[in-house]
């Protein structure tokens, strides 16, 4: 199913809960346990969730949410109880249904999560989440009894009509593969590997790939237990709720960083250039550096955009161009495809790593070329009003991605900070 391990490092991103069919509204105290699990101190959030529950029994909110800190910290029975509490109390919780379809799966009950996912699609037939799982179970299970490839596409597009995710996507490429259909679903798979790259979701991006090389192979995937990828999984939509300051660390008395900060902040720039356009990504900065210098010696306008990630290392991003906006960007990814660019996608990304910003050529040149020794391709964009040309690397949607550069080029003598392109 969408399995939620957890690896190192891998901030929760999404909570898997949807409440907008509930009417009460959320305590402080489950505030206080959401953004424990968002801070992933799961044994906090189970106590604080657990105190919540005493003060109201029937918080079936509360109840849910401790089901699925219990189920991140590996209590999958204990996850399945308080699912079944929260259904014993208000039976008609599609999310919960689907929560709990996910734990059995993980549990092997095939039957009974084959069950509580139907029950949960069928009170809400445009239950995005539910579809997809029952289609992912149906695409994968290991008990042959379990799975239906033909339906499982049925559900899968049904989902992705609704809307489309990489997760979404994940989920149509096994069903494809599960009916025989291995182009199909090669081609979907690599679709999702350019979204996650592109959204520069990489952490856990190598059990994408494992699932295209089976493809490659023309194997179907089988998953036994629990999902292993959780980059955009969830067991349910997200209601975003406000959530409260996470509650200070045992450790510092400072409160639980939810989002790191980057090396250098952002200080300057112009923000002129928001949009450029993916090409494609890579693990070897050779290759990467090779594609990136072969278009720019035709004249091509590419660059290298580097991103590190605990869980699986470093990737290589190839862009071309920088753009004011979507129009314009999109005008030139058309031009791009008909080149037989088989990947031009539009993104924004309105932060790039500065190196220098110098109104001497020979100064340019200078630095361009000791950083293309270190496999870092630059560009470079105008200042306006200041008659420099600024030195740039890469395109990020956040400020933090570039850690990693930023301490690689600190360490080669540059002075670099992220700035606005």
């Known amino acids: 199913m969408r399995g939620q391990k957890i690896f190192n490092g891998l901030f929760l991103v999404i909570l898997i809960l949807a409440v907008s069919s509930m009417s009460y509204g959320t305590s402080d105290m489950t505030k ?8 992933q101190r799961f044994n906090e959030a189970i106590k ?22 219990r189920y991140y910290q590996g209590d999958i029975d204990g996850a399945i109880a308080d699912y079944s509490r929260a259904l014993e109390i208000s039976p008609q919780l599609t999310e919960v249904l689907t929560s709990r379809g996910v734990a059995l799966f993980r549990k092997g009950n095939y039957a009974q999560a084959r069950k509580d996912l139907t029950r949960a ?27 239906d490839g033909n339906k499982a596409l049925d559900f899968s597009r049904k989902a992705i009509q609704i809307k489309t995710t990489p ?35 990489l952490n856990n991006i190598e059990i994408y790939l494992k699932r295209l090389k089976k493809y490659e192979a023309h194997q179907p995937w089988r998953q036994t237990g629990e999902r292993d990828d959780n980059t955009s999984s969830k067991t349910a939509e997200v209601k975003k709720i406000k959530v409260i ?28 250039f928001p949009y450029t356009i993916f090409i494609s990504t890579y693990q070897n900065p ?13 004249g091509d306008p590419a660059f290298l955009s580097h991103a590190y990630f605990k869980s699986t290392g470093h990737w290589y991003q190839v862009y071309y161009g920088w753009f004011k906006n979507a129009a314009s960007a999109a005008r030139m990814a058309g031009k791009l495809k008909k080149r037989k660019f088989r990947k031009s996608i539009v993104v924004k990304k309105p932060y790039a790593v500065q190196v220098i910003a110098a109104a001497s050529r020979a100064t340019l040149k200078k630095a361009a070329a000791r950083l293309r020794a270190l496999k870092y ?45």
């Open 377 to 421: 391709p630059s560009y470079q964009v105008p200042d306006p009003g200041t008659g420099k040309t600024r030195l740039l690397i890469g395109a990020y949607s956040t400020q933090t991605v570039p850690d990693k550069l930023i301490e690689t080029l600190g360490k080669a003598g540059f002075k670099p900070m992220v700035v606005l392109r």
């Open 121 to 147: 699609y069928s009170k809400n037939p445009n239950d995005t989440n539910a579809l997809n799982q029952m289609a992912w179970m149906l695409a994968v299970c290991p008990d042959k009894r379990y799975r």
């Open 48 to 69: 604080i969730l657990s105190k919540a529950i005493k003060d109201s029994p029937n918080d079936t909110e509360a109840i849910h949410y401790r089901g699925m800190a």
């Open 32 to 39: 206080q346990g959401v953004a424990f699990i968002k801070a």
């Open 245 to 272: 300051q996470p509650p200070p660390s045992k450790t510092t008395g400072k409160p639980a960083a939810t989002v790191t900060t980057s090396a250098k902040k952002q200080t300057g720039g112009t923000g002129l």
């Open 286 to 298: 050779d290759i990467s550096a090779q594609k990136v210098l072969s278009l720019q010696k035709r």
């Open 167 to 201: 997760n979404y996507l994940d989920t149509l490429a096994a069903a494809y593969a599960e009916t025989g259909r291995y182009e199909e679903a090669i081609r979907v798979q690599r679709k999702v590997i350019a979204l996650l790259s592109q959204e520069e979701r």
